[in-house]
């Protein structure tokens, strides 16, 4: 019998929360024997919001988001080599735009069964839950949304690969 995670997908942002995550996707994987995908979204939308408010002239839009690629490729290196180390294959991507909508446009193109991420930020009010990316991406996914908590616990199950 075929398992109905075939493709799983962690979303990374830089979090402690999201490098947990990664964590239990990597068990995940190598348990269903599933193949393992991580995506890391540079938010452009916000910066160009910023750029729009005057908050940043066009060249510290341009500077900030060269770092913010940086930092992409910084996560997603460590999160290969959490899955190397536990010799679970991962193909990584990083993207630019919105949050929401990146998420959704990959989870369709790599035909993705299972999205993982890390826990969700506390909800300080409706204005925050209105813009929370990661949440209306979650809330819009076609494919089944598992949210990653219990830091310890999973960080244990992790360490258990051999």
């Not at 294959?89 to 069964?113: A, F, P």
């Amino acid at each position: 019998m075929e398992s109905p995670i075939q493709k799983i997908m962690v979303y990374i942002d830089g979090t402690e929360q999201s490098i947990t995550a990664a964590q239990y996707a990597i068990y995940l994987a190598r348990f269903m024997r599933a193949d393992l995908f991580a995506c890391y979204i540079i938010n452009t939308k916000a910066l160009d919001d910023l750029l729009k408010a005057s908050i940043f002239l066009k060249e510290e839009q341009l500077e900030y988001e060269h770092d913010l690629e940086e930092d992409a490729q910084r996560y997603l290196n460590h999160v290969r080599e959490m899955a190397d180390a536990k010799g679970v294959h991962i193909e990584t991507k990083s993207v630019t735009g919105s949050v929401h909508q990146e998420i959704l446009t990959t989870v369709t193109d790599e035909e993705i069964d299972l999205l993982v991420i890390g826990e969700l930020s506390r909800i300080r009010s409706r204005r925050d839950e209105f813009y929370n990316e990661t949440e209306r991406a979650m809330r819009s996914v076609s494919c089944s949304v598992l949210i990653v908590k219990d830091e310890d616990r999973v960080y244990d199950l992790f360490e258990s690969l051999v």
